[in-house]
């Protein structure tokens, strides 16, 4: 093969090496999106599937792969474990405030799972997680095959500030998983968890379903937003982005920014 045919090949062998889980789908390495990301001044990732079109899009092929803190995206894993083994009774059971000071007004109060999931309790997760132990965690992380699987750091922290890392790629694939019923969990458990991340519906009849995340006080500080958006019950896109949050946009870029690319893509909002 010659070099101007190296070239040509060039994307399609980037995407190859960069192990997308994808080998039945087409690929796009997606240039257009960038400007989304410069206009706020951010790096990030962004992977987007069509399961329609049985397609990836992808800015940023290198990052896309990259391990991170999961931070509060991991509460979703955690909430499907906590259901299934019990450290979660179920939706209506009621996680207490212990009535010390917390760094949000929102945490400070009694949640359920749902209340627990769109506010972000991290307090309420670690409980959880407490409850499951380090041993079945371990071995629920594994059947999830979730990021690299690691609890280093300690039960209520390794999603944090310890050693689990998962990349855009892998959180993506995992929400496939779970929507399609592809994880070793009960229907029960999820049902519960997605109606735990519902977020809203727009007047043209689609839903998004998301969880964010964010961790700054590490080596590699991200912040998350990671979901899938359904039209009348059947989904329509999954995607999973992160960027390294700035002093001067910490944390809204994340939002505006898939916001723009479904809005791009499958006329999200319009």
Same mark, same amino acid.
């Given at each position: 093969?010659?070099?101007?045919?190296?070239?040509?090949?060039?994307?399609?062998?980037?995407?190859?090496?960069?192990?997308? $889980?994808?080998?039945?789908?087409?690929?796009?390495?997606?240039?257009?999106?960038?400007?989304?990301?410069?206009?706020?001044?951010?790096? &990030?990732?962004?992977?987007?599937?069509?399961?329609?079109? $049985?397609?990836?899009?992808?800015?940023?092929?290198?990052?896309?792969?990259?391990?991170?803190?999961?931070?509060?995206?991991?509460?979703?894993?955690?909430?499907?474990?906590?259901?299934?083994?019990?450290?979660?009774?179920?939706?209506?059971?009621?996680?207490?405030?212990?009535?010390?000071?917390?760094?949000?007004?929102?945490?400070?109060?009694?949640?359920?799972?749902?209340?627990?999931?769109?506010?972000?309790?991290?307090?309420?997760?670690?409980?959880?997680?407490?409850?499951?132990?380090?041993?079945?965690?371990?071995?629920?992380?594994?059947?999830?095959?979730?990021?690299?699987?690691?609890?280093?750091?300690?039960?209520?922290?390794?999603?944090?500030?310890?050693?689990?890392?998962?990349?855009?790629?892998?959180?993506?694939?995992?929400?496939?998983?779970?929507?399609?019923?592809?994880?070793?969990?009960?229907?029960?458990?999820?049902?519960?968890?997605?109606?735990?991340?519902?977020?809203?519906?727009?007047?043209?009849?689609?839903?998004?379903?998301?969880?964010?995340?964010?961790?700054?006080?590490?080596?590699?500080?991200?912040?998350?937003?990671? &979901?899938?958006?359904?039209?009348?019950?059947?989904?329509?896109?999954?995607?999973?982005? $992160?960027?390294?949050?700035?002093?001067?946009?910490?944390?809204?870029?994340?939002?505006?920014?898939?916001?723009?690319?479904?809005?791009?893509?499958? &006329?999200?909002?319009?």
């Amino acid at each position: 093969m010659g070099v101007s045919e190296l070239k040509r090949f060039a994307p399609s062998l980037l995407m190859l090496l960069a192990g997308l $889980n994808a080998t039945a789908a087409d690929q796009v390495l997606r240039h257009d999106w960038k400007r989304h990301f410069a206009a706020y001044g951010v790096e &990030g990732t962004f992977v987007l599937f069509d399961p329609e079109a $049985n397609s990836y899009g992808v800015h940023n092929v290198v990052r896309v792969r990259h391990g991170y803190l999961p931070a509060s995206t991991f509460k979703i894993p955690n909430a499907l474990i906590g259901l299934e083994v019990g450290s979660i009774r179920d939706e209506r059971e009621v996680f207490r405030w212990d009535g010390h000071p917390k760094p949000r007004a929102a945490l400070e109060r009694d949640h359920t799972l749902d209340s627990g999931m769109k506010d972000s309790v991290a307090w309420m997760f670690q409980e959880v997680a407490h409850r499951t132990g380090k041993a079945r965690m371990k071995e629920w992380l594994a059947q999830f095959e979730y990021g690299n699987q690691s609890i280093e750091g300690g039960i209520e922290h390794f999603w944090l500030q310890g050693g689990l890392r998962v990349s855009a790629m892998e959180q993506m694939e995992f929400l496939r998983k779970l929507e399609e019923g592809r994880l070793p969990v009960s229907a029960r458990s999820r049902r519960l968890v997605r109606d735990a991340l519902r977020i809203e519906e727009t007047a043209g009849g689609l839903t998004l379903y998301a969880k964010t995340g964010t961790t700054g006080a590490v080596r590699e500080p991200v912040a998350w937003w990671v &979901g899938w958006v359904e039209r009348r019950g059947v989904p329509v896109a999954y995607f999973a982005m $992160n960027v390294t949050p700035t002093k001067a946009e910490p944390l809204g870029a994340r939002e505006a920014i898939t916001r723009a690319i479904l809005a791009q893509e499958i &006329g999200y909002g319009l």
